[in-house]
């Protein structure tokens, strides 16, 4: 059995940039695993991870073979007719391949493919030893890296995301020396750039990690994310509240740190006057600080880390503290002044803000939404004056000096000015949730009031965008109408809004500047079913996640359905139907029904619509009629209040029937009425089926 020896690279650098870290880390380590294993090399990756620090890349694997296996080759020549003279000699094609081989010609084997036998040179080497091949595998691996703007230093031809100081490289106990990009490989890694300034011997590979700890560097990162886990929540308790800690904010700060020690601080409780959004904003984005709630409201505390644990915590303390006062003091500035000017008065800017050259003004677009707003509140039982008041206010606070400093804050402002300005609780709140989903995984709008802004605003983006000519091509979408249409769909549906969505974008072309809509009625219904398109193909994914596979997806689109709700409830009755025992038959009888239908149509054979009883000479078809016409009597009021899950369940038990038919009766009768007959009762169970969805995208 080959040797399995634990192998250690890492890689010191100067301060590698933050956001890029991890993915460095990963490239690191799945360069090196996919070198060796090209090779042959066997290795044990079982809990092996990237390890790093913000000033190195490591890859620690604890079973690496020592050498290869054995290496065969086969390598072929020249066929017998082009090998061997008339006398069974070698010519000299043969004796070429087998001097360039290393051997008498003798020695070869033959096989024969398609076009003959030929001579073949068959051989097994030993395997190179994984020292050898350590440093290829290395400069592979680097070489590879995703490194966006790579540094040079010195007079060097050579680069990396930062300059490079120091390489170990371990294969046992053993140093495998290699040079890179300056510097030469050997066993000294380096502790702490303030606690342990000092080179630290390596011994083996598994001694890494608790020697660089010993030197104060967590080098895993999942024992620094534990551990700032650990003291944040540790420090918000002792001041009496709760740390917020986004996956974002902590991600970071574990790539900013090697030895991170928390820090409770505070400031002055006069700034929770401040919208508590704009004070979060700067302690996590600005200076990666974890803020303090309480019964989710801020405190006056925030928890700062140190890459240090300081002989001294109150200096560091007093840093953090005046570091985040003069933002504090800005964002209160900007708050004061925002509300002596009043959100209404805000809004007075937007006539001079181009939102879009063939789309008019800010402002414009502001009066399209409160159009549509107090349509669909209209629809979904909400109140039309407050969706339309709510509309001509919710971007207004694009003018307000907060928002010029905090643009993450769009929407937020707008509800505080709005309760500042004494306007009613739901048209506040809508304000701001008008722009929810904000990014993937976002809760849509909470309230109706909300839920009508949000749909009524991305109605008029996806009609404006593809009016103008600003459909996503490829990775563009300037104007983000792909997660716009999401954000559409998703609103609607988990509202349970039951809205004609062709209808809606048709009213919101309608509303679009003379000079972008599409002349005649005819090409608005066109742009709206395009736009439907465009978003129902955004849904593909979305319910890929809820696990919908494609061709139940494809069931249900097939049929158009102008309400997204509907759609839904679609999705939902197909995938309790495709669960039955009786799916598969009956979806692949109803692709062969409508292959017959399409066929008899092609021929412009004349289906008939009622099915006569008195034609109907197997007992097989007349048992599929009674069938068929029970199962249409039992769905008919189910059909009508949408519950599609009772339909199909119902329809599922004609199986039996189908099945009988199909192997007892010949369609395509000689008799023209009988061949009539028989199609109209496929096309009566088709039509059925069809009503909720094309089953017959279920049968592979």
């Known amino acids: 059995m080959t040797q399995q020896l634990p192998l250690l690279i890492e890689l010191g650098t100067e301060e590698l940039p933050v956001k890029a870290l991890p993915g460095l880390a990963d490239a690191l380590f799945d360069g090196i695993r996919s070198g060796l294993e090209r090779r042959g090399v066997a290795v044990d990756a079982t809990d092996a991870r990237p390890l790093f620090t913000p000033r190195r890349l490591a890859v620690l694997l604890p079973a690496v073979s020592a050498e290869q ?23 000299k094609a043969l004796s070429g391949f087998a001097a360039k081989a290393g051997v008498e010609w003798t020695q070869l084997a033959r096989v ?14 030993p395997g190179a030893r994984t020292a050898e091949l350590l440093p290829e595998v290395i400069a592979e691996a680097i070489a590879a890296m995703p490194i966006p703007k790579p540094m040079r230093w010195g007079d060097h031809d050579y680069a990396f995301a930062r300059p490079v100081h120091w390489l170990v490289v371990l294969l046992g106990d053993a140093v495998i020396q290699m040079p890179l990009m300056g510097i030469t490989s050997n066993r000294m890694s380096r502790g702490h750039r303030f606690e342990h300034d000092k080179p630290v011997w390596i011994g083996a590979p598994n001694d890494y990690v608790e020697a660089l700890a010993a030197a104060h560097v967590l080098v895993d990162p999942q024992q620094r994310r534990a551990r700032i886990i650990e003291q944040v929540q ?51 984005v600005n200076q ?69 050259a063939r789309l008019g003004s800010v402002a414009d677009k502001v009066e399209r939404v409160a159009a549509l707003a107090a349509t669909i509140a209209a629809r979904v ?34 509800r505080h000015y709005a309760i500042a300005a004494g306007e009613p609780a739901a048209v506040a709140l809508a304000i701001d949730e008008s722009y929810q989903p904000r990014f993937a995984g976002d809760d849509i709008a909470l309230s109706p009031l909300g839920k009508v802004l949000a749909i009524a605003e991305r109605l008029d983006t996806l009609a404006g965008g593809f009016a103008a000519g600003l459909k996503p091509t490829g990775n563009k979408d300037p104007f983000a109408l792909r997660r716009n249409a999401l954000g559409l769909a998703r609103t609607i549906i988990e509202s349970g809004f039951d809205l004609d969505l062709r209808d809606l974008f048709e009213q919101a072309i309608r509303l679009l500047p003379p000079e972008v809509q599409p002349g005649a009625d005819r090409q608005i219904e066109r742009l709206a079913l395009e736009l439907f398109d465009f978003v129902v193909d955004r849904l593909r994914g979305y319910y890929a996640d809820r696990g919908v596979s494609a061709t139940q997806f494809n069931a249900v689109a097939e049929l158009k359905p102008a309400s997204l709700y509907d759609f839904d409830r679609r999705i939902e009755a197909i995938g309790n139907f495709a669960a039955l025992p009786e799916a598969a038959a009956l979806a692949a009888a109803n692709k062969r029904i409508g292959n017959i239908l399409r066929k008899a149509q092609a021929e412009g054979f004349a289906i008939p619509d009622h099915i006569h009883r008195g034609l109907l000479e197997h007992p097989a078809e007349a048992a599929l009629a009674e069938a068929v016409e029970a199962a249409i009597g039992d769905t008919d009021i189910a059909l009508h209040q949408r519950d599609y899950v009772q339909v199909l369940s119902r329809l599922a038990l004609v199986r039996e029937a189908v099945d009988v038919f199909f ?22 169970l088709h039509g059925r089926f069809g009503a909720v969805a094309d089953i017959a995208q279920l049968s592979a």
Not at 69 to 89: K, T
Not at 666 to 678: K, L
């Open 663 to 684: 192997d007892g009766v010949m369609v395509n009768a000689e008799d023209p009425a009988v061949r009539g007959n028989r199609l109209a009762l496929l096309q009566r």
């Open 288 to 356: 990666k600080f974890f803020p303090v709630l309480r019964d989710g409201r801020l405190t006056e505390h925030f928890i700062g880390i140190a890459n240090i644990d300081s002989r001294d915590p109150a200096q560091v303390r007093a840093g953090y503290e005046r570091v985040i006062r003069p933002r504090f003091a800005d964002a209160r500035f900007f708050f004061d002044e925002d509300l002596k000017q009043g959100l209404a008065s805000m809004g007075q800017g937007l006539k001079t803000v181009t939102y879009q």
């Open 381 to 414: 039982g909400a109140d039309a004056e407050q969706a339309r008041r709510a509309a001509r206010l919710a971007k207004n606070d694009l003018q307000s000096r907060m928002v010029n400093e905090f643009p993450e804050l769009q929407g937020i402002a707008g």
């Open 69 to 91: 296996p054995e290496q065969a080759s086969e390598v072929f020549g020249p066929y017998l007719n082009v090998a061997l003279d008339a006398e069974g000699q070698p010519t």
């Open 234 to 284: 540790a420090a918000a308790r002792s001041v009496g509240g709760d740390a917020r800690i986004t996956d974002d904010n902590l991600e970071q700060v574990v790539c900013l740190t090697e030895w991170p020690h928390a820090i409770t601080c505070s400031f002055e409780s006069d700034f929770l006057a401040v919208p508590q959004e704009a004070l979060i904003e700067t302690m996590e």
């Open 112 to 125: 024969t493919d398609a076009k003959g036998e030929r001579f073949v040179h068959r051989a097994v080497k």
